[in-house]
């Protein structure tokens, strides 16, 4: 009877702990967008980020980019989402870069990215405000997650 009331909570215990860790698995993304320059050039962006999935409520990742409008810039930042999902389809999030920019116009300097936006299946849609230098942009994107 000891054997089995141990085994029992011995079972218990390694199902408990295993499912305390959410799963982590690679999240990657790829995004055309649009920044509207106050007092300057408008931009076309194409971004990815690679990183990973920690559970259904958050990822992180490496990001790196071109943005072109009269200058070119070449962002690589540090991403973090945290999800809100409304559905298994529908998961409204926020966004945070944070990192460097590389530009032939302004030389090197720190950018960060607050955004706010909505995951639909495996299309993304974001509306952010991109701070580089002096320069602020509100920035819109649309891409795909793989």
């Known amino acids: 009877m000891k054997k089995i009331l141990f085994l029992l909570v011995g079972f218990?215990?390694?199902?408990?702990?295993?499912?305390?860790?959410?799963?982590?698995?690679?999240?990657?993304?790829?995004?055309?967008?649009?920044?509207?320059?106050?007092?300057?050039?408008?931009?076309?962006?194409?971004?990815?980020?690679?990183?990973?999935a920690i559970g259904e409520y958050m990822a992180?990742?490496?990001?790196?980019?071109?943005?072109?409008?009269?200058?070119?810039?070449?962002?690589?930042?540090?991403?973090?989402?945290?999800?809100?999902?409304?559905?298994?389809?529908?998961s409204p999030y926020f966004s945070f870069d944070v990192g460097i920019g590389i530009s032939n116009g302004y030389g090197s300097s720190v950018i960060c990215t607050p955004a706010v936006g909505v995951g639909i299946g495996r299309f993304i849609v974001q509306l952010g405000y991109n701070v580089q230098e002096e320069l602020g942009a509100l920035q819109i994107k649309t891409g795909l997650v793989f």
């Open 60 to 90: 992180s990742g490496l990001g790196v980019g071109l943005d072109y409008g009269e200058d070119w810039s070449i962002p690589i930042y540090l991403n973090v989402k945290g999800f809100l999902p409304v559905t298994d389809r529908i």
């Open 12 to 52: 218990t215990f390694y199902v408990g702990t295993t499912n305390a860790h959410p799963p982590v698995e690679y999240r990657g993304e790829i995004a055309v967008g649009y920044s509207i320059v106050l007092d300057d050039i408008n931009r076309l962006n194409l971004h990815t980020v690679q990183g990973v």
